[in-house]
């Protein structure tokens, strides 16, 4: 049962700690999403990757977010430092190589992380 | 450009009565449309979708859509509400031909009283 994984599902941290999430596309997937969802601003794109390359990461704030894929089955996702309003559920999504004919995602079961 | 509108934050029906969920989008190109289930503390998941082939698509759990290009909208609906159904639900939009990075509404939360 091919499924996104994302690491950790719950994270408690306080202000100013350094915060890491990790997410496994499914094998094959070739794109990569992640977003943000609070209940104020819904589901926000934060950035998203093609063939391990970053295409667009206009929706991330750039002085403490950071996006890479390190190989074709890590993202990460990096805060730093955090700060209270970053406390939101971020989802991490793949997509397949003919995305642009499907325009289909698969999500994870999201990363909570609430920041003290 | 690209754009979904979810015409009601929230939807209340009783159990076994039809379910309408309204969504209307716009695109420059020509859309795929999808939508997607989020039940609590969880991902979200494809519920169904539109890409050029039937304009009535049926999807999981009783769930169908149709698209109606007059209108630029594509409802879901199903005939007679389960309380599993309790969920949000988010449609979206991407452009075949066009930038293909989806578009989502800001979800309808469907409640199902007993």
């Known amino acids: 049962d091919a499924r996104v994984t994302q690491t950790p599902r719950h994270k408690v941290t306080e202000m100013g700690q350094e915060v890491t999430m990790r997410c496994q596309p499914i094998l094959g997937h070739n794109t990569v999403f992640w977003y943000r969802q609070t209940m104020m601003q819904g589901l926000e794109l934060l950035a998203y990757f093609r063939n391990r390359a970053p295409l667009d990461d206009s929706g991330m704030p750039k002085d403490r977010f950071s996006a890479e894929m390190p190989d074709a089955t890590l993202a990460t996702l990096k805060i730093q430092p955090s700060e209270p309003r970053d406390s939101a559920v971020y989802f991490c999504a793949s997509g397949e190589p003919d995305i642009e004919s499907t325009g289909e995602l698969f999500f994870g079961e999201g990363s909570r992380l609430t920041v003290l | 450009a690209q754009s979904v509108t979810q015409l009601d934050s929230h939807v209340s029906v009783s159990e076994g009565t039809p379910v309408l969920l309204r969504c209307n989008y716009s695109?420059?190109?020509?859309?795929?449309l999808f939508w997607y289930v989020q039940h609590p503390n969880k991902g979200l998941q494809l519920l169904l979708k539109y890409t050029s082939a039937a304009t009535l698509v049926k999807g999981i759990n009783g769930f169908e859509a149709e698209f109606k290009k007059s209108e630029t909208s594509f409802h879901l609906t199903k005939p007679s509400a389960h309380m599993s159904d309790a969920a949000e639900y988010f449609c979206?939009?991407?452009?075949?031909?066009?930038?293909?990075?989806?578009?989502f509404g800001r979800g309808t939360s469907l409640i199902v009283h007993p």
């Open positions: 979206v939009v991407s452009e075949r031909g066009g930038s293909y990075i989806p578009t």
């Open positions: 695109s420059s190109y020509s859309p795929s």
